[in-house]
């Protein structure tokens, strides 16, 4: 949605209305935004006494970490090897309605992301068979291979039809872009059969949750390589909310990202929980709790290293009214990245007003010679 309802504006003047339109449209997002927050997002504090809870993510990042896992990545997420990626030709309305010129087909692989590096839960999230099947839907022109935007869902996404409507496909293949819809770990056709349950990724078994990011960051190497194997001159990400995060931890992690779009991202885990209320106690407390979650994501946080991807094609994109990752967590990732933040009078869900910085972002693609 890029506009303002027209029952919105209904009553303004003419030099008021596009002002009233951002306003109310803004309210309208950000109430939904709310509303979805309390009703799937917000949890109550631990009960747990908030030192007793930090003393034990302390003894857990002590036991479990060590300084180069930071400072050599490649020690955490350990490249994939040779994987068959195959494809299936599909027939999508998207593709029909731009007349034939574009091509659509499924990609699929082997999702095993190199040895676990928490043993322990290695049974429990192999029993996942499901999770175990990597894909992508990309979209191609048929005259041949373009720069690629692999776009990264969020939490509780991954259905291709609904990706297929959230995500302005029409419009990105018509600046030039292909377009490859990936799918997280546990999202999707990788989770539940075919049933709306909560993925069991992210977890609060932080053991879950870090293999998690592993998994997501491999397929996101296997899809890339795959990409370019098939002529793609230039490969990035476009990842939204817990895909912005995702799209984030990869461009400090892969070397081969062309360029990175986090939108209204998720930036720090600490931050989060903090806002939504799950950090509880004492501000004294509270500030040892978050610091030791920080230090327990640190592994598989993109504010814990630096971007590979120049600043110059990175883009951070937050709603003005979003409840679920408000602006000061898009903030995060642009300070950190050093790059522009871009902002949108809309909400988490109702992205009312994205088009323009979109549109932002494919003049800074063309700028830097990628379109």
């Known amino acids: 949605m890029d506009a303002c309802p027209r029952s919105l504006c209904r009553g303004a003047t003419p030099a008021a209305t596009p002002r009233l339109a951002r306003i109310l449209g803004g309210i309208a997002a950000g109430s939904v935004d709310a509303l979805f927050r309390r009703g799937v997002l917000q949890h109550p504090p631990s009960p747990r006494d908030p030192d007793e809870l930090a003393a034990d993510i302390e003894s857990f990042t002590a036991a479990h970490y060590e300084p180069r896992l930071l400072s050599e990545p490649q020690r955490f997420f350990i490249p994939p090897g040779a994987v068959d990626v195959h494809e299936v030709p599909r027939r999508r309305p998207v593709v029909r309605s731009l007349g034939g010129t574009i091509r659509c087909v499924d990609l699929r692989w082997r999702s095993e992301h190199g040895p676990f590096f928490f043993e322990a839960v290695r049974a429990r999230y192999q029993a996942a068979e499901r999770n175990t099947r990597g894909t992508a839907r990309l979209f191609t022109h048929r005259d041949g291979p373009r720069p690629t935007a692999i776009l990264i869902h969020g939490y509780l996404g991954g259905m291709f039809g609904v990706e297929e409507r959230m ?205």
Not at 289 to 294: F, K, P
């Open 167 to 371: 995500w302005p496909i029409r419009w990105l293949l018509r600046q030039g872009l292909d377009v490859a819809i990936s799918v997280l770990p546990f999202h999707g056709h990788r989770g539940s059969a075919g049933r709306f349950e909560t993925p069991a990724w992210p977890n609060a078994d932080m053991r879950v949750t870090a293999e998690g990011y592993r998994q997501a960051v491999w397929d996101l190497r296997v899809l890339s390589r795959a990409l370019r194997e098939r002529g793609a001159p230039a490969v990035g990400v476009v990842g939204m909310s817990l895909g912005g995060y995702t799209a984030a931890l990869f461009a400090t992690v892969d070397d081969g990202v062309d360029f990175c779009v986090p939108m209204i991202p998720l930036a720090s885990v600490a931050a989060f929980m903090d806002a939504h209320g799950t950090i509880d106690g004492t501000p004294a407390q509270r500030a040892r709790l978050r610091a030791a979650v920080e230090h327990q994501h640190a592994p598989i946080s993109p504010l814990s290293r630096p971007s590979r991807v120049s600043p110059a094609r990175v883009r951070v994109v937050a709603g003005e009214y979003d409840r679920i990752t408000p602006t000061r967590q898009a903030r995060l990732l642009a300070e950190h990245f050093a790059c522009p933040l871009l902002t949108f009078p809309g909400g988490h869900l109702l992205q009312l007003g994205r088009k323009e910085p979109l549109g932002e972002v494919v003049t800074m693609l063309r700028a830097e010679g990628v379109l």
